[in-house]
């Protein structure tokens, strides 16, 4: 099956900082999502992109199929932002997830 | 409120008692998915279902069941079998058609002793 890795596996920023999280797939697909998991563990989503690049305020995320990585962009940090990152990739049916980036951003 | 909901939040049983877990949805979704996540983990796939009456397995299905005799509910079992069945299960649902997205319940936290 697709293999998808994250990295870095952990990060921490200075709130205000800018961080690039990768994530690397295998194969081709046809869906890939990002998420953010909340302390209590409920996935947030922040971008289906399985190709093509989206902004959402502070975030924005690309996706190159063709190279089989993305990218979540998070600028100007807070600290609201920590938590874990997830990337998930595959196909119409099966997505298979990351590790997750671990972010923790301080005051 | 359109959404995803999980039931219990948290359960608690003992070792070799079979424990089903709810999983609803009113976002007229045609899939529906269970995830288990363990700590410090991503996400892995137990089953999933496209259309009613009709579900596949995922990567770790084996001691887990599951039914889909109606759109909006996709209840999970974890059987005796489950060797490590204390977990965090997480169900999804996506629409299916013009978008393959999938979106979250907030989970059960299971542990079993």
């Known amino acids: 099956g697709i293999q998808v890795e994250q990295s870095p596996p952990d990060l921490i920023l200075q709130e205000g900082a800018n961080s690039t999280l990768r994530c690397n797939f295998s194969d081709s697909v046809n869906n890939l999502q990002w998420f953010h998991q909340n302390p209590w563990g409920q996935l947030i989503n922040l971008f289906y992109?399985?190709?093509g690049t989206k902004q959402n305020g502070r975030l924005s995320a690309t996706t190159v199929a063709t190279e089989r990585y993305s990218l979540l962009y998070i600028s100007s940090s807070q600290t609201t932002d920590s938590g874990v990152y997830f990337c998930?990739?595959?196909?119409?049916?099966?997505?298979?997830f990351g590790t997750g980036t671990r972010l923790q951003v301080t005051l | 409120d359109g959404g995803i909901t999980q039931s219990p939040k948290y359960l608690f049983r003992k070792e070799g008692q079979n424990v089903t877990l709810s999983c609803e949805q009113n976002l007229n979704h045609d899939a529906m998915y269970w995830y288990r996540q363990d700590p410090g983990q991503g996400l892995r796939l137990i089953y999933y279902s496209q259309i009613v009456n009709d579900f596949q397995k995922g990567d770790i299905a084996e001691g887990y069941s599951v039914s889909r005799e109606k759109k909006e509910s996709f209840p999970l079992t974890v059987t005796s079998a489950q060797k490590n069945p204390t977990a965090f299960y997480l169900c999804?649902?996506?629409?299916?058609?013009?978008?393959?997205?999938?979106?979250f319940g907030p989970g059960t936290r299971l542990t079993v002793t």
């Open positions: 998930a990739a595959g196909t119409a049916s099966k997505l298979t």
């Open positions: 992109i399985p190709s």
């Open positions: 999804a649902s996506s629409p299916f058609a013009a978008t393959y997205e999938q979106y």
